[in-house]
């Protein structure tokens, strides 16, 4: 049960609660605890841990389930319960392989040392790894994102957040080191940290352009339950339009995910009509979309009116899937549903409006929008950070990405979802911008700082002046190979020892 409460309690060190220290000091807890326990009893001992994690950490997932799925209260409490627990078997996995692998029997001196310190940090971050790509992935809750407003964050322009769920878990191996009275690793380890955490920004390449670009996000706030139905097209379009028209002396007018809830092929009027209104202004908007190519629905960005330079005789759309973005990392359930053929005769909740898409490729060219160079991630999207390195480039001005959170209500899911988007921005060492049809419709800046910010469940825009930058990260160059390298070998060096105890013990 102490676990369990500790799993719930790193819930405090995510958006919106940020306070960071919980999510270590909770891992430690738990550490300590199962120093005593068998592999058998680690492994449900941290699956306490987990599910406790997620079952609060996640709760916001129940909201759309519940509001939006059609199913009784049971069915979808048991379907969230279910959920929670299949995310808990990777810490618990971890913990198992830990206490499995550093029973060395003939090397107690220095066994407790490779299990704080090597074993159980490399092993928590193999397996957050993994569950951010087993059955399409779900890297919500790494720890690493716990420090998203914390003071490790410059780091994570060197080693990412799954690099930092490693520090977080290396510190917390070296202060159970500590309570077991060996002192030298965790003032070795806290020193390096500081250190480390101090030259972050001065072996920094990212440096300012001195050059600013105007963007205005424009949040509809269309309720969920009317956006799909096609009576409330129309009215949908003229919003964003009478939104967008007073704030057309921005450089780059933003619509969120979807906001033209309809394939290009229906509204292609609309399409010029907006396409000449922007060139007019000098000026472009880039808008969620549905669009149709051989017969494949795909969820997309276009970019309307100017895409080359500021003042053009014309607009650049072509309607053909010429600068655009496919959505490339689709969600389960909402974009695809696995084994549709028996899933979706079962509920409302496996047959939700466009939940058919087609997958785009996992790197595209930048959306040229006004001579700016721009690498978008779609709504889930954002949460895989080596999608979206893979699609920044030394060119790429902005990150943008877009959402439609309204399926989650007031829930912390759309905050958490905020914060993730946060750390890419540290890792990518560009600005972010975010348009949402209900929030939250921020800017941030190269250090993961929201400069602007709208409030939630309003209709608005927000503009704001975006200052560039050049230069890539560390974590750009690197991305998670070098990590995952050093993880996968610690791991290695492990069973290696086990399998000479086992050997030594058969000659004994």
Request: proline share 6%.
């Amino acid at each position: 049960m102490t676990a369990f409460i500790a799993g719930a309690s790193t819930t405090l060190a995510f958006a919106p609660y940020s306070i960071w220290a919980f999510y270590p000091a909770a891992m430690l807890f738990v550490l300590w605890q199962s120093r005593k326990l068998t592999p058998k009893e680690n492994f449900f001992h941290w699956l306490s841990f987990g599910f406790g994690c997620f079952a609060f950490g996640i709760s916001w997932v129940h909201v759309s389930i519940d509001t939006f799925g059609g199913l009784p209260l049971f069915v979808s409490m048991t379907l969230m319960g279910l959920l929670a627990l299949y995310l808990a078997l990777y810490p618990a996995l971890a913990g198992y392989l830990t206490a499995k692998l550093s029973q060395h029997p003939r090397f107690k001196h220095w066994h407790c040392y490779f299990q704080y310190l090597g074993l159980f940090p490399a092993l928590w971050v193999i397996t957050e790894w993994m569950r951010g790509w087993v059955l399409t992935g779900f890297p919500w809750l790494w720890a690493g994102y716990s420090q998203t407003q914390g003071p490790l964050s410059e780091l994570a322009s060197i080693v990412g957040a799954l690099g930092l769920s490693y520090i977080i878990a290396l510190f917390c191996g070296s202060i159970a080191l500590v309570m077991k009275k060996r002192f030298m690793s965790a003032i070795i380890i806290s020193a390096v940290l500081l250190a480390s955490t101090i030259a972050a920004p001065m072996i920094s390449d990212i440096t300012p352009r001195n050059e600013t670009v105007k963007v205005a996000l424009v949040q509809g706030n269309i309720a969920q339950s009317m956006k799909w139905e096609p009576d409330a097209l129309w009215p949908t379009l003229l919003k964003y339009m009478d939104l967008s028209r007073p704030n057309f002396d921005a450089d780059i007018v933003i619509w969120p995910e979807a906001a033209v809830p309809a394939p290009e092929s229906m509204v292609g009027d609309f399409l010029r009509n907006t396409d000449k209104v922007a060139n007019m202004n000098d000026s472009a908007i880039i808008t969620g979309i549905i669009s149709l190519q051989k017969n494949d629905f795909y969820n997309s960005l276009i970019v309307l009116g100017n895409a080359n330079k500021a003042v053009q005789p014309m607009g650049d759309y072509q309607g053909n899937g010429t600068n655009d973005y496919k959505k490339h990392h689709l969600l389960p359930i909402g974009e695809f549903v696995p084994f549709e053929s028996l899933l979706r005769p079962l509920a409302p909740f496996f047959n939700l409006p466009m939940s058919s898409f087609a997958r785009g490729n996992f790197q595209q060219q930048n959306l040229n929008t006004m001579g700016y160079q721009i690498a978008p991630a779609l709504c889930y999207e954002i949460v895989f950070p080596e999608q979206l390195r893979a699609n920044t480039h030394a060119d790429t001005d902005l990150l943008l990405t877009v959402s439609n959170d309204a399926w989650f209500g007031d829930s912390i899911g759309p905050l958490q979802h905020m914060e993730i988007a946060q750390m890419r921005s540290i890792e990518l060492g560009r600005p972010l911008v975010r348009a949402t049809n209900n929030g939250v419709t921020a800017v941030v800046d190269v250090h993961g700082r929201i400069t602007h910010q709208i409030p939630q469940f309003k209709e608005g825009v927000l503009v704001a002046d975006v200052a560039l930058y050049d230069g890539e990260t560390w974590f750009k160059h690197l991305g998670q190979t070098p990590l995952l390298i050093l993880c996968w070998l610690l791991l290695l060096v492990g069973i290696a020892i086990q399998v000479s105890i086992w050997k030594q013990s058969k000659t004994d």
